[in-house]
């Protein structure tokens, strides 16, 4: 039989663990944004250098 104490630090390490988990996917998830944003910014601005009305219009 498993005691409370070491019930209760079992339980606090997986969550501990699970929201380690949770804030790393957290910052690729904003990581990835960034990118996406900074491409498409790129993106946007050589599409204004050559007029191309059909990226710009998005």
């Given at each position: 039989?498993?005691?409370?104490?070491r019930?209760?630090?079992?339980?606090?390490?997986?969550?501990?663990?699970?929201?380690?988990?949770?804030?790393?996917?957290?910052?690729?998830?904003?990581?990835?944004?960034?990118?996406?944003?900074?491409?498409?910014?790129?993106?946007?601005?050589l599409?204004?250098?050559?007029?191309?009305?059909?990226?710009?219009?998005?």
């Open positions: 039989m498993v005691s409370g104490k019930l209760a630090d079992i339980g606090y390490r997986a969550f501990s663990a699970s929201m380690m988990l949770l804030t790393a996917y957290g910052g690729y998830l904003c990581a990835v944004r960034g990118y996406r944003y900074y491409q498409r910014q790129k993106q946007l601005k599409a204004a250098e050559n007029q191309d009305p059909e990226i710009i219009k998005d």
